[in-house]
Every structure is written in structure tokens, then in C-alpha cells.
């Protein structure tokens, strides 16, 4: 548990850093406003396209993980309903 959410706080950290790191960039280039602001709105869809790829992926993994669990959970009981 613990190393999934250093891989979920990494995976954020990336984001945010990658997002900070674009815009930096794009502010200090010499292109001219409408550029840049066509640019930084280019690059928001992007990562906004790739968070909710993750959000989907992620989301699709826990589900995966319940169902797993809720299987495992159902097996371990069985055995136990039989002897009663």
C-alpha cells in the first residue's frame, strides 16, 4: 500500500512539475501573446486529456482490485459456511 502511494504521489509530482516547467518556457520564449496564450491553452487540453487517461486507468485498476478482494473474501468464507 505504502509504495502505491509513492508511485501516485510521484505520478502527480510529475504532472505538476512537467505543467510549471511548460508554462515557465512558454512565458519567457519571444513569441508573441496570442502564441503563447494559444500554446498554454494547447498544452492545458493535453494534460488535461492524459490526467483523465490516468484517472480512467487508475479507476479501472481499483475496480479490479474490489472485484479481486471481494472473490478472495467470498472463497475465504465458504469453508466456514460449510461447517456450521
Known amino acids: 500500500m505504502h509504495e502505491n502511494c509513492r508511485q501516485k504521489d510521484f505520478f ?4 505538476v512539475g512537467g505543467a510549471v ?3 515557465t518556457t512558454m ?3 519571444t513569441k508573441k501573446g496570442k502564441e503563447i496564450q ?3 491553452t494547447d498544452t492545458y487540453q493535453e494534460m488535461e486529456e492524459s490526467v483523465k487517461g490516468a484517472a480512467a486507468h487508475a479507476k479501472e485498476t481499483v475496480k479490479e482490485k474490489a472485484e479481486e478482494a471481494t472473490d478472495h473474501w467470498e472463497k475465504k468464507e465458504q469453508p466456514n459456511a460449510k461447517q456450521k
Open 12 to 15: 502527480w509530482g510529475a504532472v
Open 21 to 23: 516547467a511548460t508554462l
Open 27 to 29: 512565458l519567457f520564449t
Open 38 to 40: 494559444n500554446k498554454i
